[in-house]
C-alpha cells in the first residue's frame, strides 16, 4: 500500500470553545497547533478561521496571517476551507483560494447539517473549482452523501474537475451518510478507480473510519473539526494526539506514513 497521509481538520466551524477548552482560536494558536500536528505525523492541515469572538469567519485577512506562520515554520500541505460555515455566502466561502494555497475542500452537493443545510448548488460548486483552477489549487472533493460523487463527476466532464481526483468521505454528520463500514464501501465502488481518498468520520465514529481508511488504503483525517473527545468522556488535549494515535495505528498495521514531500507526490501536487 502507499503511504499514509493523515490530515489534521485543527478548527472546524462548529465546534467551541465551550465545548472544549482545548480548541485553537486565534491565528497564533492554530499555526502553533499546526506545528505540532507536523511534528505528530500529520502532512497536511485544513485550515478554518474563527474572527476574535471566536465565531467562523472566512476572512482573507486570518487565513494569509495564518498560512504565513505556517509555511514559515513547516513544510505542510494548506488545505483552506470553502465550505466555511453553515449560512456563509459564496463569496466569502471562495475568498481563501485566491491565496494560491496548494489545497482547497469543494463539497459537490448539498446536505442536511444538523438542524440546518449545508448549500452546495451546481452553479456555486463550478464556481469554486474554476477558482482552484485559476490559482492551480488541487480540490479535495468532501462527499458527504452518495449523490455528491455524481456531481464531481459531471464537473469532470464539463473540464472543471481533473483527474486523478482526491475525495474526502465525511461520514457521521447528522444528516448525511452514516458513519459505517458498508457506506464506505459503496463511496468507494463510485469513486473512478485512480482516484485517490481520505475518510473522515464525526464524533465517536472518527477513529473506526480512520481505522477503515488505513485498512483499505485510503487515506484518513482527523481532529477538532469532526471529534473532540480522545475517548468516550475524555476530552483530546489538542489535535496532535489524534495524530499520534493514527501514526501508531498505521505502524501497528504496517502502514507507513507520508512526509509532507510524499503526500504532494501521491495526490499529485508534485510529480512523482
Ligand atoms: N462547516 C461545514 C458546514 C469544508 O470545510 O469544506 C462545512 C465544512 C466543509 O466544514
Ligand atoms: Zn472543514
Not at 462527499?143 to 474537475?161: S, Y
Not at 465514529?205 to 483525517?221: A, D, E, K, P
Request: net charge negative; with cysteine; glycine share 8%.
Amino acid at each position: 500500500m502507499e503511504k499514509l497521509i493523515i490530515t489534521a481538520a485543527l478548527v472546524g466551524a462548529e465546534v467551541t470553545r465551550q465545548q472544549t477548552p482545548h480548541l485553537p482560536l486565534s491565528p497564533r494558536e492554530i499555526a502553533d497547533e499546526a506545528i505540532k500536528v507536523r511534528v505528530a505525523g500529520a502532512s497536511i492541515v485544513h485550515l478554518h478561521m474563527r474572527d476574535q469572538f471566536g465565531n467562523p469567519s472566512q476572512d482573507k485577512a486570518l487565513f494569509a496571517e495564518v498560512i504565513s506562520h505556517i509555511q514559515t515554520e513547516t513544510d505542510l500541505i494548506i488545505q483552506v476551507s470553502t465550505g466555511g460555515a453553515v449560512g456563509m455566502n459564496a463569496a466569502e466561502r471562495v475568498a481563501p483560494i485566491t491565496l494560491a494555497p496548494e489545497m482547497a475542500s469543494l463539497s459537490t452537493g448539498s446536505v442536511n447539517f444538523g438542524d440546518n443545510v449545508f448549500s452546495n448548488p451546481l452553479p456555486m460548486i463550478q464556481e469554486f473549482a474554476r477558482a482552484c483552477q485559476v490559482h492551480h489549487v488541487k480540490p479535495e472533493i468532501e462527499i458527504f452523501e452518495g449523490g455528491m460523487i455524481q456531481n464531481a463527476l459531471t464537473l469532470v466532464k464539463q473540464g472543471l474537475l481533473h483527474a486523478p481526483l482526491h475525495f474526502n468521505f465525511v461520514l457521521g454528520v447528522p444528516g448525511g451518510l452514516p458513519a459505517t463500514a458498508k457506506n464506505l464501501l459503496f463511496l468507494l465502488d463510485l469513486i473512478p478507480s485512480a482516484s485517490t481518498w481520505t475518510v473522515s468520520g464525526i464524533g465517536r465514529h472518527q477513529l473506526s473510519m480512520n481505522t477503515l481508511g488505513i485498512i483499505l488504503g485510503g487515506h484518513v483525517r482527523t481532529g477538532f473539526e469532526d471529534n473532540i473527545y480522545y475517548r468516550k468522556g475524555v476530552l483530546a488535549e489538542g489535535n496532535a494526539p489524534f495524530v499520534s494515535r493514527l501514526v501508531n495505528l498505521a505502524q501497528t498495521l504496517d502502514r507507513s506514513v507520508a512526509t509532507p514531500l510524499e503526500a504532494r507526490k501521491l495526490l499529485g501536487i508534485l510529480p512523482l
